[in-house]
């Protein structure tokens, strides 16, 4: 109950000098007690004054700090929600952005594949006309195999003894005419070396020592393809140079046989007279 007017009124009696607990004793002690009180009360009410507003003030923003902490659970609670549906979203733009990477990925290595195809396949279509006619060629080839085949084993077998000018008299006018008069089909302008040998074989040959003209190729597929041992007349020695480097991997022996080749070329010597070449 205690008011504004009430501590002005008891303002002039604090003032007096004799208004204090110690002068109240002297007087009566329950008077001195009341003295005290009286001037405890005003001092709590000056201090309760500012207080009060103060503790009003503290329930109201205890009550706004309450309705605040349920408004910040409940938004919490939301952003859970949204954080894990943005999280099963994340999850599933991540397994799009690595399917969209594999597949352009694909396709780029497809871009690649179909633009070396293309180069390729441009590269080739002038070939088209060439592949069709090789293709008719090896049609009548295989017509024609049975005929070169002969004429290869014939060679291999029984042109080894005669020179260049004898060897194409055998193929050209004995056995060509042979083939024709039983109808064999084979090649008109058959060329034996590329037959029998290729050209990778030859370049080996020559490095090795062979001479590069056609007798001497022809010479080599003989000695390297017969069935039989070939026997060689070499006064150039190129032959048994060409020998000794093409076995010389294989530990080859060399043994002189001059008496021997004597006597052989004695006999070709007779064989060629007796027939006037």
Sequence with gaps: TINDETVELLQPYFEME?????HGKKVCGNVAGLLSWTQAMVVFYGVNREVLPLKANLAKQEGRLKIANAEKEKAQAELDEKQAE???????????????MDLENDAETCKRKMQAASALIDGLSGEKV?????SKEFKSQIKRLVG???????????????NQDFRNLLLKDLWE???RAHKIPFSEDL??????????????????????????????????????????????????EWIKNKEQDNELQVKSVLKEW????????????????
């Design 191 to 240: 060329n034996l070396i590329s037959m029998l040998v290729d050209q990778p074989t030859i370049s080996e040959w020559n490095l090795q020592g062979l001479p590069g003209d056609h007798l001497s190729i022809q010479n080599a597929i003989i000695v390297t393809k017969a069935s039989r041992y070939p026997l060689l007349v070499d006064p150039q020695t190129q032959g048994k």
């Design 148 to 162: 070169d085949t002969l004429l290869c084993t014939a060679f291999l077998s029984y042109c080894g003894p005669f």
């Design 130 to 134: 060439r592949w069709t006619q090789q």
């Design 177 to 179: 005419t042979e083939l």
């Design 86 to 100: 943005l999280d099963k979203v994340q999850a599933k733009f991540d397994a799009a952005m690595k399917e969209k």
């Design 18 to 22: 004799d208004y204090t607990l110690q």
């Design 262 to 277: 004597c006597a052989l070329l004695y006999s070709f010597k007779h064989y060629y007279f007796r027939r006037g070449l």
